[in-house]
């Protein structure tokens, strides 16, 4: 069983920057792929960026490419999503996830993925 807690959320300008964080316990994820999904309202959750379980590869959707960092500290047994130049449609529910078996192709699949965090919350508004 792994918790996984998410922190950093809040209320930002557009351009302005946030550093989201994940923090694991139970078990270490250093042999896990972490993702980041976002859930705005009425929308479907979606794949924000993701981190291979070997490799250190990292994947990005589409809408953040080049604005967002994933990164991961295996001996603190965190994953930070560093989200620079935020736009409103940035506003969201941002969760953190943990599988033990995501393959390359499936780590923008969120059903991959084994644990959740409870979200945190984004909104970038003037």
């Known amino acids: 069983q792994v918790q996984l807690i998410e922190s950093g959320g809040g209320l930002v300008q557009p351009g302005d920057s946030l550093k989201l964080s994940c923090i694991g316990s139970?078990?270490?994820?250093?042999?896990?792929?972490m993702g980041w999904f976002r859930q705005a309202p009425g929308k479907e959750r979606e794949f924000v960026a993701g981190?291979?379980?070997?490799?250190?590869?990292?994947y990005y959707g589409d809408s953040v490419k080049g604005r967002f960092a994933i990164s991961r500290d295996n001996g603190k047994n965190t994953v930070t999503l560093q989200m620079n130049s935020l736009k409103p449609e940035d506003t969201a529910v941002y969760y953190c996830?943990?599988?033990?078996?995501?393959?390359?192709?499936?780590?923008?699949?969120?059903?991959?993925?084994?644990?959740w965090g409870q979200g945190t919350q984004v909104t970038v508004s003037s």
């Open positions: 981190y291979s379980r070997n490799g250190g590869y990292t």
């Open positions: 996830a943990a599988g033990r078996s995501v393959i390359t192709s499936c780590i923008m699949n969120q059903n991959a993925y084994d644990w």
């Open positions: 139970g078990r270490t994820l250093s042999g896990y792929a």
